[in-house]
């Protein structure tokens, strides 16, 4: 080495060694070039060191800096055609217009979306990019872990700058989530947060929700409440609505009997919805409240269950709320007519929605956004819910 090289910057001694390996094509076209970390552990140098020396490269065109990805080697006909043609002062080509001009793209991975939970969560986000002039890109998973892993690599594949993740329900997150927060790519979780990822998620207050549900139920006389849900299967949303019930109890002084309890609903979960699971799922219920008449309200822990409910109280040919009251988490607008008003918690769904996408886009912009952001459930009374009936006069 020269006198005059060693006296370089270290960050200078950086770009001009990889630089040279890009000229020799020791990295070839498209490849990803050392992170970084990775370039400051091999030089013994700061990342600040590092980050310089690939930013001159990223300057020189040399490479493309992709957030959350990595470095790669630059293609100089496809990463920067617009700005050839601006130099030439030819017009833009349609590509290299769109390339220009290009948005914040964001993906969207939900598992499903409807008429009683969803629809308002994807309207929330799609004015949210709207005011923020961005693109949003919806991925269905329909609760399939595996669906959920292919659309997290097709996304990052079409070359999205963040990503909104609603995880599928189960027990294990998916490898690739890790991998997104391990790399800090900018990642909003939203309806639910995964216990241990240290990602940014956006839920309901679905502990307080539920124990505001369950104490209107015992302010209306109901002591005897079977709490109604799917395995709760390590998924945070469902244990945090089953703690907000064990607490209201707690905090009223009334014994929690996990006897009136029905915890194993399955045909209201994604990718399970048929004629076969529901009606077995009906019978379970109207076997279960043949065999505890004590029994005179029902916490249905979202609305499909809640419908299971008012089917399996009416096939008995008791009334709603008169025998049993009826509440649930979430219930589609009727003010259109034609549809049953149940008492909910109403989740706000389209402040969840404008929120995922705020935050998404200020991570984007290496800023820091709240680990865990709860928003407030708002109880509304509708046609399922009454004063509890004296026990056995059914």
């Not at 990052?156 to 909104?164: E, S, T």
């Amino acid at each position: 080495m020269s006198e005059t090289t060693s006296s370089k910057p270290m960050y200078e001694k950086i770009f001009d060694e990889v630089k040279q390996d890009i000229v020799t094509q020791a990295y070839k076209l498209g490849e990803r070039v050392p992170s970084e970390k990775e370039l400051a552990e091999a030089y013994n140098v700061s990342r600040i060191t590092s980050k310089k020396a690939l930013e001159l490269l990223a300057a020189e065109r040399l490479i493309v800096r992709k957030p959350g990805r990595g470095s790669f080697v630059a293609d100089p006909v496809h990463d920067y055609i617009e700005e050839e043609a601006s130099s030439t002062g030819q017009p833009d080509e349609p590509s290299a217009k769109f390339a220009h001009q290009k948005e914040k793209t964001i993906g969207l991975i939900i598992t499903d979306f409807g008429n009683s939970y969803g629809t308002g969560l994807i309207y929330g986000m799609e004015q949210a990019s709207r005011d923020k002039d961005c693109f949003l890109v919806l991925r269905r998973t329909f609760g399939i872990p595996e669906n959920e892993e292919q659309s997290i690599q097709k996304l990052l594949g079409l070359g999205v700058d963040g990503l909104i993740v609603f995880p599928a329900q189960g027990e294990y997150f998916n490898a690739e989530i890790l991998k997104l927060v391990i790399d800090r790519f900018p990642l909003v979780l939203v309806d639910r947060h995964l216990k241990g990822v240290a990602a940014a998620s956006i839920s309901s207050d679905n502990l307080k929700a539920a124990l505001q549900g369950t104490e209107y139920l015992f302010d209306l006389g109901h002591t005897h409440i079977s709490f109604l849900s799917p395995p709760p299967v390590d998924t945070t949303a469902v244990e945090d609505r089953i703690e907000g019930f064990i607490q209201a109890h707690a905090q009223r002084g009334i014994m929690v009997d996990k006897g009136l309890w029905v915890s194993d609903l399955t045909s209201t979960l994604p990718n399970s919805f048929n004629d076969e699971n529901i009606e077995r799922d009906i019978s379970r219920l109207v076997f279960h409240l043949q065999n505890h008449p004590s029994i005179t309200a029902l916490f249905a822990i979202e609305y499909n269950i809640a419908l299971l409910a008012k089917t399996a109280v009416e096939r008995l040919g008791l009334r709603i709320p008169e025998d049993i009251s009826i509440i649930c988490f979430d219930s589609p607008p009727t003010h259109l007519g034609g549809g049953y008003s149940f008492t909910h918690m109403q989740q706000n769904e389209e402040e969840m929605g404008q929120l995922a996408v705020e935050n998404v886009l200020s991570i984007m912009n290496g800023n820091t956004v709240p680990n865990k952001i709860m928003l407030e459930a708002r109880l509304i009374t509708g046609e399922s819910t009454g004063p509890a009936r004296v026990t056995g006069t059914v």
